[in-house]
């Protein structure tokens, strides 16, 4: 696997997000050992950026990844997030005494609850120190200068070594740059959803900021392999996505459509295709698709060996937009 900078963090070209072994998404938390296999073969095929966040379970996929890690730490550029969980409502109980876990779910990104997130996800990780450590969303009671200015002080003593953050304004991101250099900025990206071309990827280039591309396989839709809303369980994340919604689901079938078109003419599948799409709009664009398969992980992996031409490059940009929104509630996104 090749590498890249993300805004002077060495990373390889593409990273693993491991979200879906968790949460949200149909057969998570189904084969907890099967998801070790796979994190333990992606640092076999040398990708090393390791993705999870602390409310993804909440916080059972990082034990996943500390015990899938341990041992290995040293080959692993480890990144979590913060801020959607309030330490102080859970308030030292462990998550069993929480009678509902929407109780403790809060946008908080006060200096407070970054150090006692921080220190939790530390202990489950299985570390001394997180590599990147993400504002999962941005925080509108908290001035991002203070969140930043708590996040740099937590680089003085070693527990992070770089700063990032998800979803954030244009505005927000110059602001939090001016405090501390952000490293990377995490938002969705791929032929599903293209929004950062129009203002947030000219800025983070002008910055000098890395891009992870978070669901860079459109949450599962452009490999090809979902075709009805009856492989999803009810509790799957994507049956109240309004993307997903079966008016809306029927017509973007359309765009998958053409990226297997490409797939054929190509010899490759659906989704090395969306990933090789998505590495060819720079070096500084990493995808981190999830997986929870050893055999997805490898075919993702070879995306890396693929080179579009330009007819092809071609034909994907012309995709349209998909109809509608990505989330349900935008109300979080581009703070």
Do not use: C
């Amino acid at each position: 696997m090749k590498h890249t900078s993300l805004g002077g963090l060495d990373v390889s070209r593409q990273g693993l997000g491991t979200m879906g072994m968790s949460a949200y998404y149909t057969g998570a938390n189904q084969d907890n050992a099967e998801s070790i296999r796979t994190i333990a073969r992606a640092l076999d095929l040398g990708i090393t950026f390791i993705d999870t966040a602390e409310i993804y379970g909440p916080f059972t996929n990082e034990e996943l990844v500390g015990r899938a890690i341990a041992g290995r730490r040293d080959e692993v550029v480890l990144a979590t997030k913060f801020g959607q969980i309030s330490h102080a409502k859970l308030a030292g109980r462990d998550l069993s005494q929480v009678d509902n876990a929407d109780e403790i779910r809060m946008l908080d990104s006060s200096p407070q609850n970054i150090r006692a997130a921080l220190e939790g996800s530390l202990r489950r990780l299985g570390t001394d120190h997180i590599d990147l450590y993400y504002q999962h969303r941005v925080d509108p009671k908290t001035p991002i200068e203070d969140t930043v200015g708590a996040l740099r002080d937590l680089i003085t003593e070693g527990k992070i070594l770089h700063i990032g953050l998800s979803e954030a304004s244009p505005e927000t991101i110059r602001r939090a740059h001016a405090v501390h250099p952000i490293t990377a900025l995490q938002t969705e990206y791929s032929l599903w959803t293209r929004d950062p071309e129009a203002q947030i990827l000219p800025l983070v280039r002008e910055l000098g900021i890395g891009f992870v591309a978070y669901s860079p396989l459109g949450r599962g839709f452009l490999t090809g392999a979902i075709r009805s809303l009856d492989q999803l369980d009810s509790d799957d994340f994507r049956v109240s996505n309004p993307r997903f919604s079966k008016e809306n689901f029927e017509a973007n079938l359309r765009i998958v459509d053409a990226v297997e078109a490409v797939a054929k003419d190509i010899g490759a599948t659906p989704g090395q295709v969306a990933l090789a799409w998505l590495m060819a709009q720079g070096p500084d664009v990493v995808p981190i698709p999830g997986t929870k398969r050893v055999s997805r992980l490898e075919e993702n992996a070879k995306a890396d060996d693929i080179r579009l031409s330009a007819d092809h490059l071609a034909q994907l940009g012309a995709i349209q937009a998909p109809t509608g929104e990505r989330y349900a509630d935008m109300s979080s996104i581009d703070r």
